[in-house]
């Protein structure tokens, strides 16, 4: 897609405001896989270790968060 076009689209009446907030939310997901990478990375010295891990928490978080999703809306 072309510059204009996503402009084009970010004028769309809330639409921006929708986008930001997404950005927003998406940041802590995208920075606690990076923070994994750091921590295990610094404690084992080992960048195919801290792959792992971080491939486990991602694969954990794909199963396990719908099912907290869904327990929480249930809740409400």
């Given at each position: 897609?072309?510059?204009?076009?996503?402009?084009?689209l970010?004028?769309?009446?809330?639409?921006?405001?929708?986008?930001?907030?997404?950005?927003?939310?998406?940041?802590?997901?995208?920075?606690?896989?990076?923070?994994?990478?750091?921590?295990?990375?610094?404690?084992t010295?080992?960048?195919?270790?801290?792959?792992?891990?971080?491939?486990?928490?991602?694969?954990?978080?794909?199963?396990?968060?719908?099912?907290?999703?869904?327990?929480?809306?249930?809740?409400?």
């Amino acid at each position: 897609m072309s510059s204009s076009t996503y402009r084009a689209l970010l004028r769309t009446p809330g639409a921006a405001a929708f986008f930001l907030t997404a950005i927003a939310g998406r940041t802590g997901i995208a920075m606690t896989s990076l923070g994994i990478v750091w921590l295990v990375h610094d404690r084992t010295g080992s960048y195919t270790v801290a792959g792992l891990v971080t491939g486990c928490f991602a694969v954990t978080e794909a199963l396990v968060g719908p099912q907290c999703t869904s327990v929480r809306c249930r809740s409400r």
